[in-house]
């Protein structure tokens, strides 16, 4: 190589990131935080506008319950551990191969995420049984029913969740909050729980009964030592729920052995609803010594608590209306009806609607519109038809 040679390459500036470009990959991943975690977000602006009304303080500590926010930590990541073993999967293939029509094999979907919100939340159980729905429909190519089977899973999972203290985090935190005993809670939503399986069941007889072939490219052997230790994990974690095992173990135990035997689950955690929680412990703790709030919250509640609450839902999610309403009622059944009937209705009504718009989204670009549309009139029906039965049986 000449000196000339060695001279132009010396004197060749390196190409260095466009600050603009670096800007735009930042703004970027900013705007696909904010959709993601819309919910979170808005919780958050919601606690730092009312600290500027009630500043910081003291009390503030008071504000946050530590036994669900572990309960929920707790659940959530031994359920990602047994999502990454592919467990559930596992499990929800099992069933569905037994079954060879398109009603029957939705039934089966719908019922396995009806069953799977009561054991491990809502949300994940959306997040674990919507691929597999997904999966049924596009190998037997009946894509076109993937709206009504998504939905109806939606509205399962929203409504399965409504009987056990852990299938919706409302639940938890509002029996954690009133210090409500198992057998009273189980009482209180199951009229309400067996009206919602009824109702799921019939809206399933509107699918044909077109027959299926369904084949899986891949076979699953889960391990049999990791899947042992999980599940003990998760039966750890549910006598926590239920106050048989102090909350603080669950914190040192289950942290420490999947750190070890799977990290990725903690990292998989659903962080920002933790965050959720802990913003809306603010926002109604703040309410909440706001007197002309408090006063408003209890007029409205007196005597309206199911419809208020159901209503409140539509407009902010059911877990901030709980965290919110409990601040301000002592009837605990009314809300707790409220806040799970709540669940159907818009698309923000549940955080876990969101999850399935957003997988829906994610496989049928386009088709926006058709599918809130259905997805409006389905839980619209669900939301009237529970709220009338409460309202005129429970009661």
Known sequence: MTNH???KKARTPRLLP???NKLS??????????RENTVFCIAL?????TSILVPPDAAYLSYFDFKTLTCLFCVLAVVCALRNIRFFT???????KRFSTLRSASVALIVITFVGSMLIANDMALLTFLPLGYLVLTETHKEQHMAFVFIMQNIAANLGGMLTPFGNPQNLYLYSFYNIPTAEFTAIMAPPFIAAVMMILLSCLVLPR?????????EIRLPARRTAGYLVLFALSIAIVFRFIPYWIGLLVIPVVLFFADKDALKKVDYPLLGTFCAFFVFAGNMSRIPSVRALFEGLLDGNTLLVSALSCQCISNVPSAI?????TDNYRELLWGVNIGGAGTLIAS???????REYVRHNPGKTGKYLGLFTLMNLIFLVSLLLFCKFVCM
């Open 5 to 7: 040679a060695l001279t």
């Open 90 to 96: 596992c499990l929800a293939r099992g069933i569905v």
């Open 210 to 218: 077109e027959p299926l072939a369904l084949s899986y490219s891949d």
């Open 324 to 328: 919110l309403l409990s601040q301000f």
């Open 351 to 357: 955080l876990a609607s969101l999850i399935t718009f």
């Open 45 to 49: 602006a919601a606690a730092g506008i």
């Open 18 to 20: 466009h600050p603009s």
């Open 25 to 34: 990959r930042i703004l970027h991943a900013l705007a696909a935080f904010l």
